[in-house]
């Protein structure tokens, strides 16, 4: 069990390279389900839900090579065989995302069972909207001994409107429709950058959808879709962490290669706290002179304040002056963070789906634990400013979804190191 040992009080400065989108990458690989020739994907991120796909689309067949043509960030996937079109639950169980596959398998094979994901630190993550999108498409779905089973001769478009926005669930039902004989409207859908990704690649592969990133999709099913090769975005979330770093340590940091255009939520909220802010065309430069201004957010589906930046923010929240309200409307167990931060020294009190957090308040090291991956992001962003000598246990929450995380912090000048084995390094 590995650990961070964190040493706050240095402000980070210098240059900080975002890696690909995990939450971009992970559906784009499901799509390679759909076709038998080789999908090309560049600059995915080396973590562990990245390697945990790979594990899972191996298990059914696939070829997947990670660090294709020793380009450490190319991934090469081919589905010309599902020998077993089954995503098993000891893999599953450790990732929600499986579920992506459920879609594809069925558009391309007929048949597909899925362990039924369950719930995870944050909620109790259901696919139930899944299910409901696939029925309507003609799909016969049953569940026994845990797992969900679907199948279809071929699916047939349909009419489908999300009773609630979900973003694995348009892509899973997205990678369903562009198979299935006739015309898919999708409404209600999700407009994250990650669709909009995923959408890029399916048309790449031949693929007729119109409308992704808005909340109506169309999709006309083909017969048939071809091998493609495509770049990932680089992760919103990952520049988003970074920013709130700078603006914390009260430092001067350079977080280069994001998209500042899917950052619109949070560069709002950050400039609203007080933090100075450079926006270039693939980089954003945050400064912050330590007084920062108590903000209230509340978390909504993209464009609005990201759920995955919650936790984050409030590291920042609690050192701020004055009383910062923050309302999670997304899941309904995403304030983890909030007792370790405590025992940290901050001064934060949750009722229901809000979290009142006083400042500022100077936080104190102590030993703390990860509960899932953003909690552990918000837990280092608090070390980085905490007095003392902070030991983070459980980092591999934040080990799957942030690449080399405490390498691009150590070379702005943070003093942190890991306790333990190195992800990815045996
Ligand atoms: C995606 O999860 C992301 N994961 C999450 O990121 C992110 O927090 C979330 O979207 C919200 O932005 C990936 O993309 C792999 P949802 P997802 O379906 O798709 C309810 C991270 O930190 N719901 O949009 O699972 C659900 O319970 C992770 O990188 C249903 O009720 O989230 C939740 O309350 C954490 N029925 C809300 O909708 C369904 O069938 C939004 O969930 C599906 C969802």
Known sequence: MDKFVVRGGNPLLGTIKISGAKNSALPCMAAAILTEDEVILENVP???????????LESMGAEVELGYGRAQHRTRIKCAVLSDPVAKYEIVKTMRASS???????????????????????GGRPIDLHIKGLEAMGATITQEHGYLE???????????????ITVTGTEDLLMAAVLAEGETLFENCAREPEVTDLAALLIAMGANITGAGTSTIRVVGTQKLHGARHRINPDRIEAG????AGAITGGDLNIDGCNPSHLGSVLAKLDQCGV???????SVRVRSGGELRATDVLTEEYPGFPTDMQAQYMALATQTDGITVVTENIFENRFMHV???NRMGANISVSGRTATVRGRYPLQSAAVMCSDLRASASLVLAALVADGETILDRVYHLDRGYERFEEKLRGVGAQIR???EVFGKK
């Open 100 to 122: 992506l596959v459920l879609g594809p398998l069925i558009a391309r094979t007929g048949i597909a069972r899925v362990a039924m994901p369950g719930g995870c630190a944050i």
């Open 418 to 420: 890991r306790m333990g």
């Open 46 to 56: 080396q973590v562990r839900d990245i390697e945990t796909e790979r594990r899972l």
């Open 150 to 164: 679907a199948r279809a001769d071929r699916l047939k478009g349909a009419h489908i409107v999300f009773d609630k």
């Open 276 to 282: 100075r802010l450079d926006i270039g065309d693939e």
């Open 339 to 341: 007792q370790e931060l």
């Open 241 to 244: 962490t970074f920013l709130i």
